[in-house]
């Protein structure tokens, strides 16, 4: 009964790399959420995704980041030519139905994101 | 914009003390959940309130949710070292699509 996988674990990248951030949900849940962590600060949404569409990204940056989470397979953040001010924590939480008010959202152990 | 303020930021105490962290806001939220963070995990979940003025009791947490659900506060009796964490509270904006999260109380009970 596995939770939210996230890998990897931890991840360095030198500056203009690309990071691929994958998420995993639980099984049965098909909403996905992924949010920002920087030292010492709470969680700043980013976006959230259905299977095949993005319900919400208001809080991701317009250049350089996308997300998707494909029909088959797991939800992807992808981050194109990072720079030092992308390092962070990146988490990742499902829920079987819309919003958290019934249902919860159940986090993974997220990606630390070092960029050199 | 809503905004989630918790305070107090950081809490260090004796074990076997009483504390209470509290989480505020000037918007309404449709709930209100609290989280617990360990270092390099994620948040987990430890309970949802949804409607004003509820109280929620798990163990020695005591959960309340403000009339005007703009607020909650979180009680926690009779610390232990086993509690020391991150603290976040975060509330659902009336649509239920988005959660935003406070900045967090982190807590430090001593032995």
């Known amino acids: 009964n596995a939770g939210v996988m996230q890998n990897p674990r931890h991840l360095v990248r030198r500056r203009g790399q690309e990071a691929r951030l994958r998420c995993s949900p639980m099984k049965g849940h098909s909403h996905v959420y992924w949010y920002r962590q920087l030292p010492e600060e709470g969680l700043k949404f980013m976006v959230y995704l259905q299977k095949e569409n993005i319900i919400d990204e208001s809080g991701m940056p317009k250049e350089r980041f996308s997300a998707e989470f494909p029909k088959e397979g797991p939800s992807i953040l992808r981050i194109q030519q990072v720079v030092r001010g992308d390092s962070a924590a990146y988490f990742c939480a499902s829920s079987p139905g819309v919003g958290p008010t019934n249902y919860g959202y159940t986090f993974g152990s997220g990606t630390r994101l070092t960029v050199v | 914009t809503q905004l989630l303020e918790q305070s107090p930021q950081f809490l260090s105490i004796q074990e076997g003390e009483n504390l209470t962290v509290y989480c505020n806001s000037s918007?309404?939220?449709?709930?209100l959940q609290w989280y617990r963070q360990e270092p390099g995990e994620g948040p987990v979940l430890l309970v949802t309130?949804?409607?004003?003025?509820e109280v929620k009791k798990l163990k020695r947490l005591t959960f309340q949710f403000g009339d005007a659900r703009k607020d909650s506060s979180l009680h926690i009796t009779a610390a232990q070292p086993g509690d020391t964490g991150l603290y976040l509270c975060a509330g659902a904006d009336t649509g239920g699509f988005k959660t935003i999260f406070g900045a967090g109380t982190r807590l430090f009970v001593k032995a």
């Open positions: 309130v949804v409607t004003g003025g």
């Open positions: 918007s309404v939220f449709s709930s």
